[in-house]
């Protein structure tokens, strides 16, 4: 029985209210507010459309999530008892100091980033953690899939197979096809300079830095395909290495395929990608920015999409019984399956369960307590349940070595 607020109208946020319609015994009044609100007029048209059935009441604003009074303002109206951030990482810390003013609880899908600077870490949210303490309000970091489900099947190894984690591979893949010559599964902008930038690993207490897409190996995927893969730095790896001080090694891991690889080259090559203003006909413009707004819009991919996504976590070390072990947490999603339920492609259905359950969890009592917090600090058990629930399911291999050193 809770009002929400969702802040954004992409993608991501397109699911995230479609499963809120559905779980319409928890969130019975949501809000989507955002930038430019037909986006989230649109969402909510679909949900009347598709879903006559849902008790949940949904209505919609505008906000400029960059602005903290409008954002005080749209909370103090609506009075929800929590945001469910899924507007872009640049608005995590303005929509954060709202939620304290206001005394609402709070979650977003990706750490803080400057808009300027192409650099991304905890630190700046971790750093929010004694004012959400003192208020007794929660916030929880990074509940999508990747960051979010990943560190939920790592808190999963933990508590269930191994008695130390010794070297920990994210594995993510994405064999669909959206049938457009260069697209980006989610907000173009921020895909982008995740991947030309260096990569990051883990090992042995020091971050060991790569050259982009430096490092490759080629990787099964249970039930999709076997494809080549690419080390990147991922915001998880920068937590879990935190709370799992076992960990030797931590490597994330994703799927690229040629044509992709060949437009991102020549698009950073004639200086397409870069996030330093241009002088254009009296404007500065970010080219990325620019491009962004040429390449296709991520919900735009839905409609004939097919393949697969798995996204998964292999651990090693010594499992519960003392002796090695190695083990394979995974989920094997369908394009089309998520176009059929929600009208979204895979990427930003995986990422938006886990954001719908990690708010449920919030709401239920579940997961409630006061402070910052990423996924892996907390009970991976009723998260897993709500998984298998929602859309999600998870499966599991033991003894097989799917990532290898
Ligand atoms: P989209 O670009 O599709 O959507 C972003 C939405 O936020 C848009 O509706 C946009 O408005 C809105 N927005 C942007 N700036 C503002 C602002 N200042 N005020 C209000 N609204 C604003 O992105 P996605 O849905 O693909 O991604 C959403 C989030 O999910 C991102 O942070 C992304 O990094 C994260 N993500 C996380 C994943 C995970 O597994 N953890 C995986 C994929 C994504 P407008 O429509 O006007 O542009």
Redesign the pocket.
């Known amino acids: 029985m809770s009002k929400v607020i969702i802040?954004?109208?992409?993608?991501?946020?397109?699911v995230v209210a479609k499963k809120c319609a559905q779980n319409d015994s928890v969130f019975t009044e949501v809000l989507i507010?955002?930038?430019?609100v037909a986006?989230?007029d649109k969402i909510v048209a679909e949900i009347k459309e598709h879903m006559p059935d849902s008790r949940a009441v949904f209505t919609t604003a505008t906000?400029?999530?960059?602005?903290v009074p409008e954002l005080v303002k749209l909370i103090n109206d609506f009075g929800p008892k929590m945001v469910i951030?899924?507007?872009?990482?640049?608005?995590d810390l303005t929509i954060m100091d709202a939620c304290l003013e206001t005394g609402v609880h709070y979650l977003?899908?990706?750490n803080y980033e400057p808009k300027d600077v192409a650099k991304f870490e905890y630190s700046w949210q971790w750093a929010y953690q004694d004012r959400f303490k003192e208020k007794g309000l929660m916030a929880l970091l990074?509940?999508?899939?990747?960051?979010?489900?990943t560190q939920a099947f790592t808190a999963h190894h933990a508590k269930h197979h191994f008695q130390e984690i010794h070297y920990l591979d994210i594995v993510d893949c994405n064999n669909g096809n959206h049938g457009k010559a260069f697209a980006t599964?989610?907000?173009?902008?921020?895909?982008i300079r995740e991947i030309t930038a260096n990569g990051r690993y883990y090992e042995n207490g020091e971050w060991v830095e790569t050259q982009p897409l430096e490092i490759s190996q080629d990787i099964y995927y249970p039930k999709v395909a076997t494809r080549k893969s690419f080390v990147l730095y991922h915001e998880e790896l920068e937590s879990l290495v935190k709370h799992f001080p076992t960990i030797k090694r931590a490597r994330f891991w994703m799927t690229f395929g040629e044509a992709y690889i060949k437009h991102l080259n020549v698009l950073e090559g004639i200086g397409m990608t870069s996030i330093e203003p241009i002088d254009f006909r009296g404007m500065k413009v970010a080219p990325i920015e620019f491009l962004?707004a040429v390449l296709p819009?991520?919900?735009s991919l839905a409609a004939g999409y097919s393949g697969q996504t798995c996204i998964g976590v292999q651990a090693k070390g010594i499992g519960k019984d003392g002796q090695p072990k190695v083990h394979f947490v995974y989920n094997v999603k369908d394009h089309a399956d998520c176009y059929r339920e929600v009208q979204a492609q895979g990427?930003?259905y995986?990422?938006?369960v886990?954001?719908m359950i990690g708010a449920m969890l919030m709401l239920n009592g579940n997961w409630m307590q006061p402070g910052v917090w990423n996924v892996e600090q907390l009970d991976p058990d009723p998260f897993f349940d709500a998984m298998n629930k929602w859309g999600l399911p998870i499966n599991e291999l033991t003894d097989i070595e799917l990532v290898k050193d």
């Open positions: 802040i954004g109208a992409g993608g991501v946020a397109n507010a955002t930038r430019t986006k989230a906000v400029d999530a960059d602005n951030n899924v507007a872009l990482p640049y608005q977003d899908t990706a990074g509940c999508g899939f990747d960051p979010g489900a599964n989610f907000n173009p902008e921020i895909n962004k819009a991520p919900e990427v930003s995986t990422t938006g886990p954001a």
